[in-house]
């Protein structure tokens, strides 16, 4: 600092670093470390304030520096783009008036209407009559985004609102809940998870997987593949199982639908939902609809049933209609899965409309030995196990049977707190799910079958009680 007088003027000479002048004054334009400050003191208490711009050893780099920060600053601030305000708006700087009217002309919403008819398709003034919905009828045109070969009657469209011009193309409006029913992600069945079903699988690829896989042998022969499936037997030997392992197999879009989904309070709500079901499956290139229990729908009909029954016949006659009516069903395939084959109506399981009937009976020897297999692959069990020795001890037992007795041999191990499953916990298995569950057995045809085991009993008992068979003559 240097301090002189000068004509009765004090002058203060100083190099001060400019940071704490742009600390107090932030709005103002920046100081380098070497400006010169000089100040002035006149009498009357006036003084004035001079900033003189040095040029000492390291001007020019810290001059550099300051313009390579001040461009980095305004790059920054481009690629940041509209900066933040409290009310969450860009600065009324940064509108742009003329691009938002643009983008609202653009971007107008469209109204939904039905194309009925098309006039003069052959030539170039087609016009077409749609349907706007509650509204009225207008003969229009067609947009710039739309070609005239993708128009067809029936057909759903978005038009905008002031000359109600066919803008876009809408899909076929579908109950959300059939929607729901198209299986997304395919299932983890495999063929080799089914156990005791060999050649019922042969029959089903032959029908389901050749004809989607193959169709070109179909077409050398001249002959229409067939088109439905019904798979029936007892409860538990894999009719479900089987359409989930051809849902892993094929590419082909698979729906799956319960009988009692179909059944709907309201007359005709139930009809709807299948033409819908179908109309779904005909939009995709290759489909296979699969519905379980179809008992549920497709009972026989009768003159003395009850008015609730009603309903249920029309959605089974609907079905009917979609299977062989008078449109072609296209390239579905359609599995059918019951347990009572006897109570279905014959015009929904005759020829032509289900082509092959499937029995998946109880599995013999072989295939609960398989079956047993199968599940040891996915369980921590000792390698002495005799499969079967376990498959004969398990006689009429369905594949659910054998699940069955392989989880509760697995509690038997949890519950002596062991990490392996031996034959000894298959074995206690065994006598409590195969043998156990007889006495809970409360139908008619198992309390006779009981019965009569019971009427066998004491006749023996009392033979071997009494030394003459005679006085049991009145048997």
Known sequence: MCLYMEGGQFIILSSIISYQIYLNFPNSFFFSFNTLIIMIFY??????????????????SIKKVETDITGLVTNINKLCGVRESDTGLCLPNQWDLQLDKQMLNEEQPLQVARCTKIINSDTDQTKYIINV?????????LGEKVAPS????????????????????????????VTMMTVEEKPDITYNDIGGCKEQLEKLREVVEMPLLQPERFVTLGIDPPKGVLLYGPPGTGKTLTAR????????????????ELVQKYVGEGARLV????????????????????????????????????????????????LD?????????????????????????????IDRK??????????????????????NMSRDVRFELLARLCPNSTGSDIRSVCTEAGMFAIRARRKTI???????AINKVIHGCKQFSATGKYMVYHLFYIIVFIILLSYTLCDNFKKFDFL
């Open 245 to 260: 392992a051809i849902a892993n197999r094929t590419d082909a879009c698979f729906i799956c639908v319960i009988g009692s």
């Open 358 to 379: 499937i029995e998946f009976s109880l599995p013999d020897l072989e295939g609960r030995t398989h079956i047993f297999k199968i599940h040891a692959n996915t369980m």
């Open 275 to 322: 033409r819908e079901l179908f109309q779904m499956a005909k939009s995709k290139k290759a489909c296979i609809l699969f519905i379980d229990e179809v008992d549920a729908i497709g009972g026989s009909r009768g003159d003395e049933s009850a008015h609730g029954d009603h309903e249920v016949q029309r959605t089974m006659l609907e079905i009917v209609n979609q």
């Open 133 to 141: 919905k509650q509204i009225a009828k207008f003969v229009v045109g």
């Open 422 to 428: 031996t034959e000894k916990d298959l074995l206690l």
């Open 150 to 177: 993708d128009i067809e009657e029936g057909m759903r469209v978005g038009v905008d609102r002031t000359k109600y011009k066919i803008q876009i193309l809408l899909p076929p409006k579908i109950d959300p809940s």
């Open 43 to 60: 009498p009357m208490n006036l003084c004035l304030l001079f900033f003189l711009q040095g040029s000492g050893p390291y001007s020019k």
């Open 325 to 353: 009516g008078f449109d072609n069903r296209g390239n579905i395939k359609v599995i059918m899965a019951t347990n009572r084959p006897d109570t279905l109506d014959s015009a929904l399981v005759r020829p032509g409309r």
